[in-house]
Every structure is written in structure tokens, then in C-alpha cells.
């Protein structure tokens, strides 16, 4: 009697779970459907009441506008390049200091990795007017160099790095290899870098996206319409006086499919590194 109504609560509590999370689910998915049902209508559908909640018929013709306003395929192309150059980079570099930081003694390193997990508190916003004034000086301006080097160095992927290196590189390993004369750049090669596989598509998400989505900066340094990144032509659709509602939702739902096929790619090491840490 007891198992039957411990097998109750069990059946019970995991239909509200799955309940929640389709729910939640179905919250989370709503704004890019939402998004898609306005890249496929007219401006007015913008406004209308009720509300439109059905796709229409003028996606190809919303994006023709998009097409004719904006070089959109060129845009892409940049934020695509800045986006993979940063990646690659922020990747070779926080596995690099992750590494460091867990493995390695030396004189201040709790003190200098403090100092770079300090700096994640710091809004991006202060920076600008210094950080501008040395590109400029760097003669980067207008340039997507200019762009990329400010996210060269990523203070959360290096705290992620080294937490996923400490955890999951044991130390007898290291000892090991230095013994067989490994060098540490061949320990980071051989024995560190296959062991981190999934904290990089973890982070390479997070990089990728995080970098994808930037506005500000790329919208202060950028002035040549020859080296818009997506975000930056994208704010070009709103600057007429009668918004076209469909056609710049057009072209966020397009430049939101990138980063759709980013997470797709990479989603099996990402859940890899997910459920790894959980056993671990």
C-alpha cells in the first residue's frame, strides 16, 4: 500500500515537472515566434487589436525591403567574422589562464585572478570614452580589428576555464606527464585541451552570442557602411520617419538564425559539459 502511494507521488511530481518546464518552454519560445508572426505581416499587425498571433504571407516581401534598405548578406558576413576571430581567441587565451590559474603556483595569483574577476563588475558603459580614445589612437577606428580586440580578454571564461580545469584535470596527471618530460605547453595540448572540449562549446555559446548581440560598441566605433556588423545595419531600418514594423523584424529574425545553427552545432558538447559537471 505504501509503495502505491509512494509510486503516486513519484508519477505526480514528475507531471507537474514536465508540465513546467513545457510551460516554460512554451514562455521562453514565444517572443522569436512572435517575432516570426510580425516578420511575416504587414506594419499595421504591429498595432492591431487583438493582437495578431498567426503568421501571414510577406516574409519574402519584408525581407526584399530589408534587402533594398541595407546590404544585409555583407553585414553578416562581418559580425560573422568578428564573432568566429573573438571566439577562437577568447577561447586559446581563458583556457590558457584557466589552466594557469588551477595548476600553477606563482607569486600573486590569487590576488591578479581576484582582480580579473573584479573587473566583471565594472559597467561596459565607463569604458567607452577611454577605450574609443585608444582605438582611435591605434588607428582601429572604423575597423573591425577595432572591434574584436576589445573581447579579446574575457574575465568569465577564464573564472569557467579554471574552475573546469580544476575540477576535472587531476593533478596526478599533470605530475605524470611532467615526469615523462612533457613541457606544460604539451600538457595543455595533449592532456588539457581533450579533457576541456565541452566547457569550449560551452563558452564559445557564450562567446559567440554574447558578441553577436553587442551594440554599443560596434555602433561607436563603426562609422563606414562598408563595415557594418548586423546590429549596426539593423538600427539603419529605423532611422526613416514611418517605422516599418514587418521589415525590421524581418531582418532581426534573419539575423537571429545564426546563432540558432551556432547552438545546434555545438549542443551535444554543451549538454556534454552539463551533465559531466552534475556526475562529477
Known amino acids: 500500500m505504501s509503495k502505491q ?12 515537472t514536465y508540465l513546467f518546464l513545457f510551460l516554460a518552454s512554451l514562455l521562453s519560445l514565444f517572443p522569436f515566434y512572435w517575432m516570426f508572426v510580425m516578420a511575416t505581416s504587414p506594419s499595421s499587425a504591429y498595432n ?35 564573432c568566429a576571430v573573438v571566439t577562437v581567441v577568447v577561447l586559446i587565451i581563458s583556457s590558457l589562464a584557466g589552466f594557469a590559474f588551477a595548476k600553477f603556483k606563482f607569486p600573486g595569483k590569487n590576488a591578479l585572478f581576484i582582480t580579473i574577476l573584479l573587473t566583471m563588475i565594472i ?16 588607428g ?24 573546469y580545469v580544476s575540477q576535472s584535470v587531476p593533478d596526478e596527471l599533470i605530475e605524470a ?77 534573419w539575423a537571429t538564425i545564426p546563432l540558432l545553427l551556432v547552438f545546434l552545432f555545438f549542443n551535444r558538447l554543451f549538454i556534454s559539459s552539463i551533465t559531466e559537471g552534475s556526475v562529477k
Open 140 to 163: 582601429l577606428l572604423d575597423t573591425l580589428p577595432g572591434v574584436m580586440v576589445l573581447f579579446f580578454l574575457n574575465p568569465l571564461g577564464i573564472f569557467l576555464m579554471r574552475q
Open 48 to 82: 492591431s487589436v487583438p493582437p495578431t498571433i498567426t503568421p501571414g504571407n510577406m516574409l519574402i516581401e519584408n525581407f526584399k525591403k530589408v534587402l533594398n534598405q541595407i546590404d544585409f548578406f555583407h553585414a553578416m558576413w562581418n559580425s560573422f567574422i568578428i
Open 177 to 253: 606527464a611532467k615526469l615523462d618530460g612533457c613541457s606544460n605547453f604539451r600538457i595543455y595540448r595533449s592532456i588539457v585541451l581533450p579533457i576541456i572540449l565541452p566547457a569550449f562549446a560551452t563558452l564559445g555559446i557564450i562567446v559567440f552570442t554574447a558578441v553577436w548581440g553587442e551594440f554599443l560598441w560596434q555602433f561607436t566605433v563603426l562609422r563606414d557602411p562598408e563595415n557594418y556588423t548586423i546590429q549596426v545595419a539593423l538600427a539603419q531600418l529605423s532611422n526613416t520617419r514611418n517605422i516599418d514594423f514587418g521589415m525590421i523584424l524581418s531582418g532581426v529574425f
Open 5 to 16: 502511494i509512494k509510486r503516486k507521488k513519484v508519477s505526480t511530481g514528475r507531471i507537474f
Open 123 to 138: 559597467p561596459p558603459q565607463l569604458g567607452l570614452i577611454p577605450q574609443f580614445f585608444l582605438i582611435s589612437k591605434a
